[in-house]
């Protein structure tokens, strides 16, 4: 499924895509770029979710055009349709803001190898499909930036997170790995990589219990979980010029809680 609506102006800004762009962290870049005056590809696999964000977006931005695409990341047939869509609509592709993830939080003992699986096929190869398919778009146009959102947990490890940390550690290698590689394309790749912030995704592992926001905010120096700003705000530098010089780097923004090494 592809929707497009053009801004009353339409802005001739950089072409920027995001994938989980429904909701949290990707909806909040979504506002970010907006506000820049960037065109914008919006994917997720949440069709009634694109459209309320598209809404919104029109609604809060009307000068920007949105283009969405409906998709799951870890199909690489699905994820080659939409980038051929986004290419096809803007002929172009300079930014890609590749954030779509999941949690998967069990005991390593009773993880199954579905749900083994499901963490990878979403958290890492979805990466690595994305990443490709925006590297053909960029090699065609002489450049562009990737920034992949890993997790704190891709640099440092939690119990019961067995999958999930293997599959964001993978995303940071994952990111070296092609900015070395397309550096001479002139394409930057990064790891974001976000603490705790608190999105759907959190605030659902709260209400199940399996997170502590109190013993989190006292875990971590800066006192507090993270808002989706402070990953945004993160991801415009990485987008932008004064980033000019930073590849294969991974980027914490979690309040310290990685610096950490007490209580
Ligand atoms: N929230 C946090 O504390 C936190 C911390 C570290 C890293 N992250 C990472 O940030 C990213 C965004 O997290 P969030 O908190 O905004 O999550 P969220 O659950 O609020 O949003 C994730 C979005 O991804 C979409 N999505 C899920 N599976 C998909 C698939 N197969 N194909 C396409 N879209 C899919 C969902 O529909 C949703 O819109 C994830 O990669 C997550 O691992 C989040």
Redesign the pocket.
């Known amino acids: 499924m592809a929707n497009s609506k053009e801004g009353a102006g339409a802005s001739a800004g950089r072409v920027v895509m995001c994938?989980?762009?429904?909701?949290?962290?990707?909806?909040?870049m979504l506002n970010a770029f907006a506000a820049q005056g960037e065109r914008l590809a919006l994917?997720?696999?949440?069709a009634d979710?694109?459209a309320a964000a598209q809404s919104e977006l029109q609604r809060d931005y009307p000068d920007v055009e949105t283009f969405c695409v409906t998709?799951?990341?870890?199909?690489d047939v699905q994820v080659a349709q939409a980038f051929d869509a986004v290419r096809a609509h803007y002929g172009r592709l300079d930014v890609l803001l590749n954030?779509?993830?999941?949690?998967m939080n069990r005991p390593s003992l009773e993880l199954t190898p579905a749900d083994w699986r499901r963490a990878i096929?979403?958290?890492l190869s979805?990466v690595f499909y994305c990443c490709q398919q925006a590297g053909r778009s960029m090699q065609a146009t002489g450049g562009g930036v990737i920034i992949n959102?890993?997790?704190?947990?891709g640099v440092v490890a939690a119990p019961e997170r067995a999958a999930?940390c293997a599959a964001?550690a993978g995303v940071v290698a994952l990111s070296k790995s092609l900015a070395v590689e397309w550096a001479e394309l002139g394409i930057r790749v990064n790891a974001?990589?976000?603490?705790?912030?608190?999105?759907?995704?959190?605030d659902?592992l709260i209400e199940r219990g399996a997170l502590d926001a109190q013993r989190i905010s006292a875990r971590t120096p800066m006192g507090r979980?993270?808002t989706?700003e402070d990953?945004v705000a993160v991801a415009c530098f990485l987008a932008s010029d004064a980033a000019a010089f930073v590849t294969g780097h991974a980027m914490l923004a979690d309040g310290g809680w990685t610096a950490n090494g007490y209580m």
């Open positions: 994938t989980g762009a429904a909701q949290g962290i990707g909806r909040a994917l997720d696999i949440d979710g694109l998709a799951s990341v870890a199909d954030n779509a993830g999941i949690s096929d979403i958290d979805g959102t890993a997790s704190m947990y999930y964001k974001l990589c976000p603490g705790y912030i608190r999105t759907a995704l959190v659902s979980l993270g989706p990953v």
